[in-house]
């Protein structure tokens, strides 16, 4: 949107020209208000969040406050709490920090090896994990795209993979190389996702009521910001059940 504004406005010399100028006037104002509706829905759905864990660290402040001398007792656990709840709000800001940055980005997209940067990449991912990680990769794989961009990506949603499936399950990831794209897949055999919900996944703040209820943590930005950084290098993603059980994501890159 901000694009299509940057672009100067063609001098109108017929009456078909104005009308048609006042069309396009008409439609970058109806993106941009749309555009200003999202960030507004943006900043009101970031400080609902980040409200929550604020509400509860006064809150354990307050009894500690209260309490705490003579019921040293109570003291570890709010501080667990405390310490919990501080560490979600500041990886809350931190992804907050991170879509606001990629909002302003744009990327250098060179040519590079898939097959040698996810080696390097999962080869340290796998000292940090239970789960067993297999690649399936050609000897080179060529895709276009911007490395650190692609790095993050892979490791957010192999650290999905790792949340929603069981340690003993493995994480495959395959790289095809296709006429003009190279495709990326990462599948993992954990809970998956139904199919109303791989529609909202993407979403910023979105999280799988299942996700919410248990105690896993997250932000709901994970996939929002991934799917900011595959924009940024030209490429796409897909969500689809990998078989017989769990999620599969794709990235298609250009080459
Ligand atoms: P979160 O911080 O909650 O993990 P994400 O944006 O990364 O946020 O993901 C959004 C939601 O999508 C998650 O809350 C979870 O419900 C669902 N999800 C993401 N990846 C997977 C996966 N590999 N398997 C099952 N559910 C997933």
Redesign the pocket.
């Known amino acids: 949107e901000t694009g299509q504004l940057q672009q100067s406005l063609p001098v109108p010399e017929t009456p078909t020209e104005v009308n048609q100028l006042a069309i396009s006037f008409n439609q970058l104002l109806t993106s941009l208000n749309d555009r200003m509706q999202r960030e507004h829905q943006f900043v009101s759905d970031a400080s609902h969040e980040l409200r929550t864990p604020l509400a509860g660290i006064r809150g354990h402040v307050s009894l500690i406050r209260r309490r705490g001398t003579e019921h040293p007792e109570i003291v570890p656990d709010s501080l667990k709490y405390l310490d919990e709840e501080s560490l979600r709000m500041q990886h809350l800001v931190e992804n907050l920090l991170a879509i606001s940055r990629n909002d302003q980005l744009q990327l250098d997209l060179k040519p590079l090896d898939l097959t040698e940067l996810l080696t390097i990449v999962v080869a340290n991912y796998q000292h940090q994990t239970a789960h067993k990680i297999t690649l399936k990769l050609p000897k080179h794989a060529e895709a276009l795209g911007n490395e650190d961009s692609i790095r993050q990506i892979v490791l957010?949603?192999l650290?999905?993979?790792v949340?929603?499936?069981p340690d003993d399950r493995p994480i495959d990831i395959t790289v095809v190389e296709l006429d003009n794209a190279t495709a990326l897949s990462i599948s993992?055999q954990?809970?998956?996702?139904s199919d109303a919900?791989k529609a909202h996944?993407?979403e910023r703040f979105?999280?799988?009521d299942?996700?919410?209820s248990s105690k896993?943590?997250?932000?709901?930005?994970?996939?929002?910001?991934?799917s900011q950084l595959v924009a940024l290098n030209h490429a796409k993603i897909a969500v689809t059940d990998n078989h017989p059980q769990?999620?599969t994501?794709t990235i298609t890159f250009r080459k």
Not at 190 to 193: F, K, M, P, R, S
Not at 217 to 226: E, N
């Open positions: 957010a949603i650290d999905n993979a949340k929603y499936s993992d954990g809970t998956g996702i919900d996944v993407f979105y999280r799988v299942q996700a919410r896993i943590p997250g932000t709901g930005l994970g996939l929002a910001i991934v769990g999620t994501f």
